[in-house]
């Protein structure tokens, strides 16, 4: 038995390996491939699985963020779709980011990385978070159902806005209230008015063509400016409530004499940014209404139903962003990744039906797969908090 087994052990000795039959040159590329693509299918797998577990577990009726679906129309899928889209996101960042780098490498060595280049470098996260938050704040202003309710609640309560006036403007969009035309509206933005101290014929549609900015203000005055100036202060004191006790705990980490003038500086500029963000996006509305918009589009009744209906509000989206130049870098890309899969959820509907669920665990497994591969392969490529955490929870 010993004498078979020495023999069964010299033959396999003998035998050469599949690596080593190729050149010399080929052996680690072969090998740091199939490494890498075991890597892939084992994250594929547990991912799969993982999700699978997730999605049969039942939501507490208490911590519940949407109504459930009805059993007739088989929409009971999409509990998960947030955490999908996470991982999507971190995925086509981990991708993105490392065909850039090679991109940026090869150009750098053949001495060609120009001006242009550099921005695209630096701008990509500013750049990414304000489309973010253009689409966010549009599904916020008309179709907040498609975002989370808590998450729409906290937009609701930092805008520090009547809802009167943003169902004015809906209203305008959807064609209900008109310029010019009595459909009924005025009781609306009219006993906003009276509660403002404003006449009540500022509210009419059908007389007030449009209604002045001091209805938007909510009896600020005229001034478009002032009325940024009151927002900017009031929501960056309303900031600080918010940041600064988060700053000062994570200073508490390592203390020194120094922390709390570093809580102090990184509450003041996130709330700032926060500020910033809320103040572009009124006064966004502002030059859509008052100071640009109507000296483009014109002044006429049909003109004013179109800024009203939709292109003030666009261009307070558009603008609303930009506050993250305020931020540091590192706080930037974190931020970009945050608002990233959040955008991406209001494009999808909430709830589909279960026998399309296939789809969102195969994006889920496949992203999960790449980020996961990249963390063990590259860990640096990981941007934002997450590439931290998995680095350090997988790290050998």
Not at 303 to 308: G, K, L, P
Not at 325 to 343: G, N, V, W
């Amino acid at each position: 038995m010993q004498q078979r087994q020495r023999q069964h052990i010299i033959i396999t000795r003998s035998r050469p390996s599949k690596l080593s039959s190729l050149p010399p040159v080929l052996r680690p590329l072969v090998r740091a491939y199939l490494l890498g693509l075991a890597r892939w299918l084992a994250s594929f797998v547990a991912s799969w699985l993982s999700l699978g577990l997730l999605q049969k577990r039942r939501h507490s009726p208490l911590r519940r963020e949407e109504p459930p679906p009805s059993p007739a129309d088989g929409t009971t899928a999409g509990r998960t779709l947030d955490l999908t889209l996470f991982a999507v996101t971190q995925a086509l960042d981990v991708v993105v980011g490392e065909l850039w780098s090679r991109r940026k490498a090869r150009r750098v060595a053949a001495r060609k990385w120009s001006g242009l280049d550099d921005f695209i470098s630096r701008m990509a996260d500013p750049m990414s978070f304000v489309a973010s938050c253009a689409v966010i704040m549009w599904a916020w202003f008309y179709a907040p159902d498609s975002l989370p309710r808590s998450y729409n609640n906290w937009i609701t309560s930092a805008a520090h806005v009547d809802t009167r006036l943003i169902e004015a403007l809906r209203r305008c969009r959807t064609g209900e209230l008109r310029y010019g035309v009595d459909t009924g509206q005025a009781p609306l933005l009219g006993s906003m008015c009276a509660d403002y101290g404003l006449p009540r014929e500022w509210g009419d549609p059908a007389v007030s063509i449009p209604f002045p900015c001091d209805v938007v203000h909510m009896g600020r005055g005229p001034s478009c400016e002032y009325h940024a100036w009151r927002r900017f202060s009031q929501s960056w004191l309303w900031s600080m409530y918010t940041y600064l006790p988060l700053a000062a705990a994570l200073q508490l980490r390592r203390p020194t004499l120094r922390s709390p003038f570093k809580a102090v500086v990184s509450a003041t500029r996130s709330s700032a940014f926060l500020a910033t963000f809320i103040t572009l996006f009124y006064y966004g509305v502002c030059l859509g209404r008052t100071r640009v918009g109507p000296h483009i589009l014109g002044r006429d009744s049909s003109s004013c139903d179109r800024i009203d209906g939709g292109i003030c509000v666009a261009n307070g989206c558009f603008l609303c962003g930009w506050s993250i130049l305020i931020e540091t870098t590192s706080r930037r890309k974190d931020m970009a990744l945050f608002a990233a899969p959040r955008a991406m959820a209001t494009l999808l509907p909430r709830r589909f039906h279960a026998s399309l669920q296939w789809r969102e665990t195969l994006a889920f497994a496949a992203s999960t797969a790449v980020v996961f591969t990249c963390v063990q392969e590259n860990p640096r490529r990981v941007r934002g908090m997450l590439g931290g955490i998995l680095s350090l929870a997988m790290r050998q």
